[in-house]
């Protein structure tokens, strides 16, 4: 046998992290979110109400113009359109930045960032396009509502979330290098 010629590993294992993943997972993210966005636009009036779960989940399509958690939706200043675009841009340029800069090994805080970046993506598409987000997914309880978010804030929130277990490093596969 010959020692020098490495076993072949399969992508995808724990050994060898699946290719591309920062590729396929934001765009899967955005193609998801930009796909819902569409039908709630086309299906549902803005304002206009669908019950999914009596009591619970509605989709509503409300229009947010301002930041996460409908922040600045309010506020009305000249070019805010462009000011936050331009500020999402930049955030999701950092994003990327710190994504890229990760080893092939951090496997779980590669999939939380990818998943921050697709979010932060399809938002920002909306934005450009649009020069508000469409959020539909409004969960209540009697008269208390959650801010109503889309598939992009779920893929922020979720990629948030995997994030900070990550580093504080939660389970067997922890990213942080030592």
């Known amino acids: 046998l010959d020692e020098s010629v490495a076993p072949p590993v399969e992508h995808g294992t724990a050994a060898s992290p699946p290719r591309h993943l920062e590729v396929w997972l934001p765009l899967l993210i955005v193609a998801l979110d930009q796909a819902t966005k569409a039908m709630v636009r086309a299906m549902l ?3 206009d109400s669908v ?5 619970l989940v509605d989709f509503t399509h409300v ?3 301002g930041a996460a958690f409908g922040i600045l939706n309010g506020a009305d200043f000249p070019f805010k359109s462009a000011v936050i675009a331009v500020i999402a841009t930049a955030a999701l340029i950092g994003v990327g930045t710190y994504a890229y800069s990760l080893g092939h090994h951090q496997l779980i ?5 990818a998943l921050i970046v697709g979010g932060a993506a399809g938002n920002l598409i909306d934005r450009v396009f649009f020069g508000s987000v469409v959020d539909f997914v409004d969960v209540y309880w009697r008269t208390y509502h959650f801010w109503a978010f889309n598939v992009a804030d779920s893929a922020i929130s979720v990629g948030v979330a995997i994030m900070i277990l990550d580093m504080l490093g939660a389970g067997p596969h922890a990213s942080k290098t030592v």
């Open 45 to 47: 009036p803005v304002h």
């Open 51 to 55: 019950t999914v779960v009596p009591g």
């Open 63 to 65: 229009l947010n113009s």
């Open 109 to 113: 805080a590669r999939i939380g960032l």
